[in-house]
């Protein structure tokens, strides 16, 4: 047996230890979708919108959270506009939010800004007036039930739930429907499975909510890597903390279109995945080993590990093309098994992209055909992120600002493009 045989089964059998058990989360999910939780009374909740120059989309957003379908006096919406240099704040004021503004030049990102509006909002934790706290993205538009599923999940024992993240613009480009078909995957597929499985959920950027009782014993909001999301996630996992995911909570989320773009905002996703890695990975393996929390194994495997251990299989077979190509022994075998290993994770891609549009179809606002044309493309977005580790030591942005400029409302989502 030659080595590049012997590289490819344990290459195989590795990808087989970290993903075999999310088949059994597709079948799962495709046989049942999560049932809505039952109606509780509604308790008061804080949303909060941390927005850099948002001026193009935060009124959309606001006029979202002020049609729900829940009682408007116990939604209280608070902006952190964060080192605006723009109309961000007057916008917000004008929509009916309380805003907050934070000039710190120093402490830069998010989840600065989600702990600088908990403790404005709550008087540095001495004054708890609502019973939630529901984390939004400035460019995001709310389903007029997003509210009220969030506040019957939180009611129904947990104390950290995460909603469905669609697409405002699935049809622009290629790009844009790859972020939203991994998304949907990650709702009905992933997250779907484990609240099916009663597994704990994975908070995902934008779109969940945290208990007040659950921020209290936190000592507030207290994450502060590049990917805060992932870090909080990973904080709750290695505590035991179930986080919980309701497809009945729906927003609408604002997708890069440039590849640049693109490629900015995944290097800090990246980097990000590294620093929760670093902070919490120790900690979720010793609970997993020691309290056989499966938990803890999903999270350390969904993140980050398959584009590792893509990029190691994809330098392994180069290492090898430039040996043979340099010792005179020959590339063609290892050109042979590398194309077999693209071929392989393409088809793998292809097919969680087919299953998703299909399972997610009436979700999708886009028509049919481009649909179908993105499912082609869509393991090509897979592909663009194996540069971005050898590119990790050369980068030095820290938090690439994005310019959202989707200013439209839910109506126009569903009904401006024909989703036959």
């Given at each position: ?118 403790n404005s909002i ?10 939630g706290f529901i ?47 991994w998304f949907l ?236």
């Amino acid at each position: 047996m030659n080595l590049y045989i012997i590289a490819n089964h344990i290459i195989a059998a590795l990808f087989a230890v970290c993903y075999f058990y999310q088949i059994i989360y597709t079948i799962a999910s495709m046989r049942r979708t999560v049932p809505p939780f039952p109606k509780e009374a509604p308790g008061r909740y804080a949303i909060l919108i941390c927005a850099h120059n948002e001026e193009a989309v935060i009124g959309q957003l606001i006029d979202s959270v002020s049609k729900q379908n829940y009682p408007r006096e116990l939604i209280d919406i608070f902006v952190g506009a964060d080192n605006c240099d723009d109309a961000t704040a007057r916008i917000a004021r004008e929509h009916g939010a309380t805003v907050y503004e934070r000039s710190d030049r120093t402490h830069i990102g998010k989840g600065y800004v989600l702990n600088f509006l908990i403790n404005s909002i709550t008087g540095e934790g001495t004054n708890w007036e609502h019973g939630g706290f529901i984390v939004i993205d400035a460019d995001n538009l709310l389903d007029s039930g997003y509210v009220a599923a969030m506040n019957d999940a939180l009611c129904s024992g947990y104390r950290v739930v995460t909603g469905y993240r669609n697409s405002k613009n699935f049809g622009d480009n290629w790009l844009s429907a790859s972020y939203a078909v991994w998304f949907l995957h990650e709702s009905r597929m992933l997250n779907g499975a484990r609240e099916l499985l009663r597994l704990s959920a994975q908070v995902s950027g934008t779109g969940f909510a945290v208990s007040s009782e659950l921020l209290r014993e936190l000592g507030g909001w207290n994450y502060f890597t590049l990917t805060e999301d992932v870090e909080f996630t990973f904080a709750m996992t290695a505590r035991g903390e179930k986080i919980g995911y309701t497809p009945h909570a729906i927003l609408y989320d604002e997708q890069p279109t440039n590849f640049r773009v693109s490629w900015n905002q995944r290097m800090r996703w990246t980097k990000g995945y590294l620093q929760a890695y670093g902070r919490y990975g120790g900690a979720m393996l010793l609970r997993a080993v020691s309290k056989h929390a499966f938990p803890c194994y999903d999270m350390l495997m969904s993140t980050l590990a398959g584009s590792v251990l893509a990029t190691g299989a994809i330098a392994f077979y180069a290492a090898a093309i430039v040996y043979g190509a340099v010792s005179g022994t020959g590339i063609m075998l290892p050109l042979i098994y590398l194309g077999h290993f693209l071929l392989a994770t393409y088809i793998a891609f292809f097919i969680i992209g087919v299953i998703t549009v299909i399972t997610e179809r009436s979700y999708i606002y886009a028509p049919r055909r481009a649909i179908i044309g993105f499912a082609f493309t869509f393991p090509f977005f897979f592909y663009t992120l194996l540069p971005l580790f050898p590119c990790l030591p050369f980068d030095r942005k820290i938090w690439p600002h994005i310019v959202h400029t989707r200013a439209i409302d839910i109506e126009e989502i569903k009904h401006t493009v024909d989703p036959s």
